[in-house]
Each structure stands twice: as structure tokens, then as C-alpha cells.
């Protein structure tokens, strides 16, 4: 039996990542210092380490407990508009602890790694359509670290066997367990709104969009969880380009959002339009041509389906 091993495995994200692991068949060692991820999260049948990549001694004395076949990185510090003012505790998470996993590979000899990137690589892209090919120019450090995390799997494969891929995260949502408890994300930020009784807010509405407000990619979890193990699946015989965009290729206002969670959940409301923020960029969507070729990979959830299903697990939270 295969087993990979989940970094980041109790949060929102790496969590359906672990479940669709499991339901594919391959065993999982989750490793989370639960910071921002939850026990509970955890599925059923995963193993949980508990510490921090930060800690090498740690990190090592996981590979040699366990039989490895290969890694998903999901684990990190995330919040790119905090990640300004604390970038030595955002460099420590994302990449003292990335040559600590990378090094204990190593040692262990784990040839294959699946890498969480994120769409922040870009920073404010000049383009409608974001392809693999599009300059990166990150604007955090945030999206630095996870742009050198990159840098440094590629390098490692340079002098080493290891076989690797990054998939770039754009706006993920939804749910199929676990809910997303981010304090930044638009979807969460609006149901704690209508939660607690309260109108959700727009930033920004002259934008040079349809409607004003600004335009994004939006991806099911679920979605995102198929592209990892298809990923996995693909480096357990071969090899892969070096980075994938999880794009839909079609953008959705903020507005448009709203529009639906209103209808979806029942509780009528017109946003309060706040000034725009600044740094925000009117229009980020990506093409996942390059995920359709070689992980035979397509998002399958529609708009509803995210916004119901993300609705349903912030209540039962």
C-alpha cells in the first residue's frame, strides 16, 4: 500500500486533500502543528503527527516512524496581507520549514512531492487569462515565499532524483467536510456577516469590470483535492511540468457572488460598497489548460454548488 504524507493536513484545504487520498486508495500520514488547522479536520483512517516543519529533528523522526512514497506540501503561513508586517515568521513557515521537509526527503529517500503554490506568485498580472508562462511578480512575502518554495523543490530535483510539480491556488471554496475558517476569504467573511446578522461589505465598484467590482477565479476544494492525487498518481510514473495553474478560465465578480449567496441561502441583502483597497487588482482568472492536458483535470462544481455547499459547513461549524 502507497502512502503519502499530508503537510498541512487539518486545515481547510489539506484536510479534502487527505480524504481524496484516502478514497483513492493510498494511506495518509497527516503532519500539522494545528496552528491554524483543527484535529477534528482530520479525516478518518489518517494518521496525525503533531509538530512543526519548522523543527528538523521533528520532521525526521516522521520519515523514519513512517514508510513515505511521497509528500504533499500544503502546510505554511497564508495570509499574504500579514505575511507584510511579520516576513521573518512568514519566511520561517514557508521556507526554513520547506529545506527542513526537502532535506529529511532526502535522507529518507522520498522520490516524488506535490507543492501548494498560490496564485499571489503573479502579484497584479497585466493579462485577462493567467497561463503557466505569465511573469511572476509577487507583491508580498507571502507570495515570495511561496514563489522561492518553488525555486527550491526545482533546484533540489536539479542534483537528486526527485520527481515534483507546484499547483497554484487561486480562490478556493467550498466544501465537502471541513469549513473554510480563513479571516480574510470573501466567502467566509460573508457568512459570519449574515451569521451574525450584519450586511456584508464590496470593496470597491468602478473597477473597469462588467459590474464594477472585481473579478475572480473560483475553484471547488474538492476540485482542488482531484488535482493532487491526480498529480501524485502522474509522478509515481513519470514526470510533470514544473508548475499548474487550478484555473477555471472564467471569472466571477464579487458582485455576481453576492448575487448568488443571497439567492442560495435565503437571506436577501444589498452589500455595503466600501472604497476599494488598495493593491487589489480588478481581474485575476486563470487558464487550467496546462492541468487538462497532462492531469486529465477539470473543475466540476459550478457556482451554486461552492456557495451551498460552503454555506452548509460554516453552519454546522
Known amino acids: 500500500m502507497t502512502t503519502w504524507l499530508v503537510t498541512g493536513g487539518a486545515g481547510y484545504i489539506g484536510s479534502h486533500v487527505a ?9 495518509v500520514v497527516v503532519l500539522d502543528d494545528l496552528s491554524s488547522g483543527d484535529r477534528s479536520f482530520v479525516p478518518p483512517g489518517a494518521l496525525l503527527e503533531e509538530g512543526t516543519l519548522v523543527d528538523a529533528a521533528f520532521v525526521e523522526s516522521v520519515f523514519a516512524r ?42 529518507a529517500a522520498v522520490p516524488s512531492i506535490v507543492f501548494s503554490s498560490s496564485a499571489a506568485v503573479y502579484g497584479t498580472p497585466s493579462v485577462d487569462l493567467v497561463d503557466e ?57 460573508v457568512f459570519r456577516a449574515l451569521n451574525a446578522g450584519s450586511v456584508p461589505k464590496i470593496f470597491g465598484d468602478d473597477y473597469g469590470t462588467p459590474d464594477g467590482t472585481c473579478v475572480r477565479d473560483y475553484v471547488h ?3 482542488v483535492a482531484a488535482a493532487h492525487v491526480a498529480a501524485a498518481r502522474a509522478l509515481e510514473t513519470g514526470t510533470l511540468e514544473p508548475v499548474y495553474n487550478l484555473g477555471s478560465g472564467t471569472g466571477l465578480s464579487v458582485r ?30 486563470a487558464s487550467g489548460e496546462l492541468a487538462a492536458r497532462d492531469l486529465g483535470w477539470n473543475p466540476q462544481h459550478s457556482l451554486t454548488d461552492m456557495i451551498s455547499s460552503a454555506w452548509a459547513a460554516s453552519r454546522s461549524a
Open 19 to 27: 480524504r481524496h487520498f484516502l478514497a483513492a486508495g493510498i494511506d
Open 256 to 285: 455576481q457572488i453576492m448575487d448568488e449567496m443571497a439567492a442560495v441561502t435565503g437571506i436577501p441583502f444589498e452589500p455595503v460598497v466600501e472604497p476599494a483597497r488598495a493593491g487589489d487588482p480588478a481581474r485575476i482568472v
Open 133 to 189: 508562462s505569465t511573469a511572476t511578480n509577487p507583491q508580498s512575502p507571502y507570495g515570495e515565499t511561496k514563489l522561492i518554495g518553488e525555486w527550491l523543490i526545482a533546484d533540489q530535483a536539479r542534483t537528486t532524483t526527485l520527481r515534483h510539480t507546484a499547483l497554484r491556488y487561486f480562490n478556493v471554496v467550498g466544501s465537502d467536510g471541513a469549513p473554510d475558517t480563513s479571516p480574510y476569504n470573501l466567502f467566509p467573511l
Open 221 to 223: 476544494v474538492t476540485d
Open 66 to 107: 513512517h514508510a513515505i512514497d511521497g509528500v504533499v506540501h500544503l502546510a505554511g503561513y497564508k495570509y499574504a496581507g500579514v505575511s507584510v508586517q511579520r516576513p521573518l515568521h512568514t519566511y520561517e513557515q514557508n521556507v526554513t520549514a520547506t529545506v527542513n521537509l526537502l532535506r529529511a526527503m532526502e535522507a
